[in-house]
């Protein structure tokens, strides 16, 4: 057993690509140089490396890490992202928009959407996606920072990024060894467990090499070689809720404008992504295989692209859940091995950069006290089922029924949990929030109202307060709106004096 209080001397991260990186940069910036981290990856296996697309947090985690954002987006060919406009998903021919940042402006003490369902239930509102000023910005093609002005209507957005996956990998590796991280080239074969603990001890490589540690991070992907391989830890399937199983993704050039937005478009059994970069555009085709073969995937992906492929498309087979417990003995899984979210809503990076600041937050000694241990399991098992049911909500709030695949996730059973929010915002026009929601008021409206569950009547509060001139307030909002979106920039523009990448 290890020696009570003894502090933590070398950690070993299985495992490269944008998790095994992440951890490796977090951890050596965090432990100050006090551990020998070593990281193992082997260029023979490689690494899935097709998130392109990330939700605003991933500014907090490259800040904590002191990185220069004009730098990171210049070495990753990285452009700016201020929602997702998703396509077809309620029924053909319609489209709403998932915008970072609130709707409106308050002027009031109650919320603005709550002012919004007034008027949409008396008929007078219009849509709601004409109040996101992300939205306004993002149609017309244009970024600028965000103010911090609060008395500003450009305060009122939020922002992430497209970037190549696989350069910020790069750039973190260079991050990371300059921190003194050791990166080892190999594969790794076996792992030795103590035969009282079932602790981790080694990992040995197929060369002969052996690396002890005290902290094992497992950073091997869908096959999971050490939480579930090592320590048969067991996954728990959400394919009920969240069918799509595969993946096609493809790059290719393109001659549009340079969107500030992902697109999401529905296709015959799943949807597929676009996500604007620099140089190029990332695209994929997310789908279920029960209704729909790899080739005719690879067939409809093929006939949307911009362009030709730059690339042979590659193909993805995936299980949407997550393990039973993210952190077994001393081994936390970090990235795909801990679970896979399908990245309709781009949380997979999310899920990796909190995954490591938990750790952190709850950084063990040597005797893995099973108090962090049960700590670190519940919150992270608690925020993937929250993403887990706002990603299932895109799903069952659909008019469409003309797609077997379709058809089937209208009418499947949902979690109680869901379903009581969904029951809460039609009946009230209420959003139920949970404890630590990654996901905000402003998203669940987006998609709620965008895939059209609509309040049966306004919030109870919003219908006494009679005097408040709610038209004229939302009037002048919009025309705020309008006015800051004609002085911003254009997104390639603002990209080229800012952060322009040397592949463009």
């Keep these: 057993m290890q020696g009570h209080n003894a502090p933590i001397e070398r950690i070993v991260i299985l495992g490269g690509g944008s998790a095994g990186w992440m951890a490796a940069a977090a951890l050596a910036n965090g432990s100050q140089g006090s551990c020998e981290i070593t990281l193992i990856e082997s260029e023979e296996i490689g690494t899935i490396g097709v998130g392109e697309a990330t939700i605003p947090p ?174 048969q830890t067991g996954y728990e399937d959400w394919s009920k809720w969240l069918p799509c199983n595969r993946a096609v993704a493809a790059p290719c050039k393109s001659d549009q404008p340079l969107h500030p937005y992902t697109k999401s478009t529905v296709k015959t059994a799943g949807w597929q992504w676009r996500i604007p970069l620099q140089h190029r555009v990332g695209n994929g085709y997310v789908y279920c295989s029960s209704f729909l073969s790899a080739e005719d995937a690879e067939a409809e992906l093929r006939r949307t692209l911009d362009s030709e492929p730059l690339a042979e498309p590659r ?76 990603l299932i909500l895109h799903y069952k709030a659909t008019e469409r029924r003309s797609d077997a695949f379709w058809r089937y996730c209208a009418n499947m059973e949902i979690p109680d949990r869901l379903q009581y929010k969904i029951d809460h915002f039609r009946s009230h026009g209420i959003i139920v929030s ?47 709106m309008a006015e800051a979106v004609a002085a911003m920039p254009g997104h390639r523009d603002f990209i080229n004096a800012y952060c322009r990448s040397d592949l463009q």
């Design 58 to 231: 991933v500014r907090h985690f490259n800040a904590r890490l002191g990185i220069d954002e004009a730098t990171f987006l210049r070495e990753t060919s990285g452009t700016f992202k201020l929602g997702i406009e998703f396509i077809n998903w309620t029924r053909e021919g319609h489209a709403y928009f998932h915008p970072f940042g609130q709707y409106g402006a308050e002027f009031d003490d109650l919320p603005f959407y709550q002012y919004w369902i007034r008027e949409r239930v008396a008929g007078r509102a219009e849509p709601l996606d004409d109040f996101s000023m992300a939205w306004a910005a993002a149609q017309s093609g244009r970024f600028e920072h965000p103010s911090r002005d609060r008395r500003q209507i450009q305060s009122t957005f939020d922002y992430a990024y497209h970037f190549d996956a696989g350069l910020y990998a790069k750039y973190l590796r260079a991050y990371s060894e300059a921190r003194g991280v050791t990166r080892i080239e190999g594969r790794v074969t076996s792992a030795a467990q103590d035969p009282e603990s079932g602790f981790i001890r080694s990992v040995t490589l197929s060369d002969g090499r052996s690396f002890e540690g005290d902290l094992f991070i497992d950073c091997t992907g869908f096959f999971g070689f050490l939480i579930e391989k090592t320590l």
């Design 315 to 390: 193909h993805i087979n995936f299980v949407t859940g997550k393990r039973k417990k993210f952190w077994n003995r001393n081994c936390v899984a970090i990235g795909l091995s801990a679970g896979f979210m399908e990245p309709l809503e781009s949380t997979s990076l999310h899920l990796i950069q909190y995954g490591i600041l938990r750790l952190l937050a709850l950084f063990p000694d040597k005797s893995m006290s099973p108090l962090l241990i049960d700590e670190y399991n519940a919150l992270t098992c608690a925020e993937y089922e929250r993403i887990r049911d706002f």
């Design 434 to 480: 949970d404890e630590r929601e990654l996901f905000s008021n402003p998203s669940w409206i987006a998609v709620l109202i965008g895939q059209g569950i609509i309040p049966e009547r306004a919030p109870a509060l919003s219908s006494l307060r009679k005097d408040v001139p709610a038209a004229e307030r939302m009037a002048q909002i919009r025309a705020a």
